[in-house]
């Protein structure tokens, strides 16, 4: 099992920023990707950015060139570093872990930190 921990959420004004930052704990061997997903109250669950076992990142468009993405293996730690943030950033973020073995994705998810932007 793979705990996750998700902090640095908040109100911010538009055009500010906030980073976030999660946590993982447990079978975290062999992960192949961690990423953050939001949802805001009536929409889906969106993918917002992921990195990769071996670096690689992407990024869902809306969030392109002011979101990014990083880990630090050391402290077992990724982080989404949000810079001019709009009111359309509202939302619960999701910290998520993958692993895949045996053509099976194993889904792992953190409990979520509000994010609110105002205009």
């Known amino acids: 099992q793979v705990q996750l921990v998700e902090s640095g959420g908040g109100l911010v004004q538009a055009g500010g920023s906030l980073r976030l930052s999660c946590a993982a704990s447990?079978?975290?061997?062999?992960?192949?990707?961690m990423g953050w997903y939001r949802q805001a109250p009536g929409k889906q669950r969106e993918l917002v950015a992921s990195i990769f076992s071996g670096g690689s990142t992407n990024y869902a468009d809306s969030v392109l060139g002011r979101f990014t993405i990083s880990r630090d293996n050391a402290k077992n730690t990724v982080y989404l570093q949000m810079n001019s943030l709009k009111p359309e950033d509202t939302a619960v973020y999701y910290c998520?872990?993958?692993?895949?073995?045996?053509?099976?994705?194993?889904?792992?998810w953190g409990q979520g930190t509000q994010v609110t932007v105002s205009s």
């Open positions: 998520n872990a993958k692993r895949v073995r045996m053509s099976l994705i194993h889904d792992y």
């Open positions: 447990g079978s975290i061997f062999s992960l192949n990707a």
